[in-house]
């Protein structure tokens, strides 16, 4: 569906997803190796703008891999040929995203005085599957469709109400009812209600981390603009040292810390 390409030959693709590599709680979710394209999927269900560096980490495992298998010399003076990267993340969180999006490596880069061109880069083509975009790569693929009509079931039972154990019971028996995913919620019917329940609680978790750090960052910027209103005060003579540290909640000492 991505390359508007079909093929039959199964022997033709190489799996190559890392079952042993573990990096922030996840595993490498696909990875496949056809004709001289490697390819790296990844699924996110929360915007994640570090794809570009834990692509980056699994794209040298499987080309270590790669050059181990097929007997590559590093060391040759020849060049030695490598599949090319193709590395897409299919995003169906609840934040609002354009159709698609590309994150790149050199993005996280610091600020530096080095002007030249950076040694590395990883580019991570993100593109949103939730229901009613990308339509045309969604009704390419039936079964990618499939599963972001699923989940939207699961986000529209939510908003009426129900405990997300009960919407995603209910989407599943609506999604068979309707031949959606119908055989593999049949067959894996307790593995998908896990799966989705831990996505949620991540979505959650992390949601409530960002409130908390906002919550954090406004009542540290609270506190700044209160120390400066009260040494601003203090310096025009209209409070005495003693009135400003008694207002901010502290010593005379410690607030004289703050005129340094």
Not at 64 to 86: E, F, M
Not at 109 to 137: D, P, T, V, Y
Not at 198 to 227: P, V
């Amino acid at each position: 569906a991505l390359n508007h390409s079909s093929y039959t030959n199964e022997e033709d693709l190489e799996i190559t997803t890392l079952e042993d590599v573990i990096y922030v709680g996840m595993k490498n979710d696909v990875s496949f190796l056809f004709s001289s394209t490697l390819n790296l999927y990844e699924h996110q269900s929360t915007l994640n703008p570090n794809m570009p560096i834990r692509g980056l980490f699994y794209m040298a495992r499987i080309y270590q891999n790669y050059i181990k298998k097929h007997g590559l010399n590093l060391y040759s003076t020849r060049q030695i040929p490598l599949p090319v990267p193709v590395y897409v993340v299919f995003y169906n969180g609840q934040s609002e995203e354009s159709e698609y999006r590309e994150l790149n490596l050199s993005d996280s880069f610091m600020k530096s005085a080095f002007a030249g061109q950076a040694a590395l880069e990883c580019r991570a083509l993100m593109l949103n599957i939730n229901l009613g975009h990308n339509q045309e790569l969604l009704k390419s693929c039936k079964v990618l469709w499939e599963y972001s009509y699923f989940i939207n079931e699961v986000r529209e039972n939510q908003k009426q109400g129900l405990a997300i154990e009960t919407a995603v019971r209910e989407a599943q028996k609506s999604c068979i009812e309707k031949d959606i995913l119908k055989e593999f919620l049949e067959q894996n019917s307790a593995e998908v209600s896990d799966v989705i329940l831990e996505e949620f609680d991540q979505e959650k978790y992390e949601e409530d981390l960002r409130r908390e750090s906002w919550e954090d960052g406004k009542i540290a910027g609270m506190a700044f603009e209160k120390k400066e209103l009260l040494v601003n005060l203090y310096r025009k003579h209209l409070l005495t040292l003693e009135q400003a540290a008694e207002e901010y909640g502290t010593t005379a000492e410690e607030f004289q810390k703050f005129l340094l």
